[in-house]
């Protein structure tokens, strides 16, 4: 009886101080459905669009692509607003964001985040009127000046960073914000330096641009916390294209040339 009792009390023992098995890795999840769901917020161009046929193309949709095809899943693109963009991924909504998300320290609290693929930062578009007034950001650091920028982007974060003193407007959606610079409305529209320069090339004399960045932003894909097998597979698929030539191909067939706004609506 006393044996048993013993036995009892150190399997007990064991079975408390025993580590907990680790949750499967989003990876797993991916090869055991067959799909990888990848989570952006479609019209920020030229990173993730929707063409004239109402499917989505874009610079991250075709890495999404190609991915899958590493991974030997197919890819399902799941469209989100982007200021609930992490809580939808941390509810599982998909596997990952591959929608232009800059890496914050903020974000990097609630997500692991990939090396970065790219790096870009937020540029100024300015009504025509201000052409040669408004040199810089610091230009616009007055009450008098209205800014457009979109919701919980890391353009808000900036100008209440940087421009603390100009007059903030929100709004959902960058096409929103962006309409209100070539109405007259406001004075400035802060967003990325990639969709900026398309914005400006296609209202020559409507807009001005101010094309050099005033931040420093890196783009990564982001996945949920504690995940390190999916981030070591995602990292070392990014270190392999990047130097077999596969992520210069794509890098210039949507940042090179401009042959992709003829799909666009």
Sequence with gaps: MIKKLILSTLLACGMANAAPSAAPSTLDAVLDRGVLRVGFDAGYQPFEMT????????????????VAKEMGVKVEFVNTAWDGIIPALLTDKFDVIMGGMTVTPQRNLRVNFADPYIVVGQTIVLRKELAGTIKSYQDLNDPKFKIAVKLGTTGEQAVKRMIPKATLLQYETQDDAKLEVINGKVDAFIYDLPYNAIFASENKGAVVHLATPFTFEPLAWAIRKGDQDTLNWMNNYLRQIKGDGSYDRLYQKWFESNDWLKQLK
Excluded: C, H, R
């Design 51 to 66: 063409n004239k046929q109402g499917k989505y193309i874009g610079f991250d949709v075709d890495l999404a692509k190609m």
